[in-house]
């Protein structure tokens, strides 16, 4: 089905370690962004992109990384974890016609434990 | 900056009540608007738009939602809840002049629905 696919599901990290979630899309999308949800907190915007080639900070960037060489991916990589990245990591791609944004569709979510 | 408030944490209905979730926003210019639900252990889901035009939008499974543009509000709506509405549902705004990266998403409201 086409959409939004994130790998992994789960993920449990000791401090200091690094890895990538991964993020695709099929959907021709050109805007991708990179969410974490925590209770009470809602969604905060980790980094988006705007195209190829074109990524940016969102609200709560440290920590984090990313890179967007295809249309498709739109990996986030964690450089040092700590207990404070413990989260559900949400991926979502948009497209929109002369800038009217149509909604995200959102992937189905890395929850990621730092211990 | 805009910002979304849902003043309603966590709500508990029984089957068959009348549901109205409340989300406000501030912003002074012209808004985009949104509603998503994120059933248990799942994505967020686009439940209904909202970007000119009728005031009163319809979504997806029965819900509704009406933009009162002098009051900064964005109710959530649905005459008759279902066990299977129980989730959690997140009011969005993005101004229309904005960026992508401009959405800014409520805490959100867990409903509850009691058989």
């Known amino acids: 089905n086409a959409g939004v696919t994130q790998t992994p599901k789960f993920q449990v990290l000791k401090t200091g370690q690094s890895m990538t979630l991964q993020c695709a899309q099929d959907?021709?999308?050109?805007?991708m962004s990179w969410y974490r949800q925590d209770p009470g907190m809602g969604l905060r915007l980790i980094h988006y992109?705007?195209?190829?080639?074109?990524?940016d900070q969102g609200e709560v960037p440290n920590g984090y990384n990313v890179s967007r060489s295809t249309t498709e991916d739109f990996p986030l990589r964690l450089l040092s974890a700590a207990p404070s990245q413990t989260s559900v990591y949400f991926c979502?791609?948009?497209?929109?016609?002369?800038?009217?944004?149509?909604?995200?569709?959102f992937g189905s979510g890395t929850r990621l434990t730092v211990v | 900056a805009q910002s979304v408030s849902q003043h309603n944490h966590h709500v508990i209905l029984s089957e068959a009540a009348s549901l109205e979730l409340g989300c406000n926003y501030s912003?002074?210019?012209?808004?985009?608007l949104f509603w998503y639900v994120q059933y248990p252990g799942q994505h967020l889901q686009l439940l209904l738009k909202?970007?000119?035009?009728?005031?009163l939008v319809k979504g997806i499974k029965g819900f509704e939602a009406e933009f009162i543009k002098s009051k900064f509000s964005f109710n959530l709506r649905k005459p008759s809840v279902q066990w299977s509405d129980t989730a959690e549902y997140f009011c969005?705004?993005?101004?229309?002049?904005?960026?992508?990266?401009?959405?800014?998403f409520g805490t959100g409201t867990k409903l509850q629905v009691i058989p």
């Open positions: 979502a791609s948009s497209t929109g016609d002369r800038g009217t944004f149509y909604g995200y569709t």
């Open positions: 959907m021709n999308h050109e805007y």
């Open positions: 992109s705007v195209g190829a080639g074109i990524t």
């Open positions: 912003y002074g210019g012209t808004v985009n």
């Open positions: 909202y970007f000119s035009g009728d005031p």
């Open positions: 969005a705004v993005k101004p229309d002049s904005g960026g992508y990266q401009k959405v800014t």
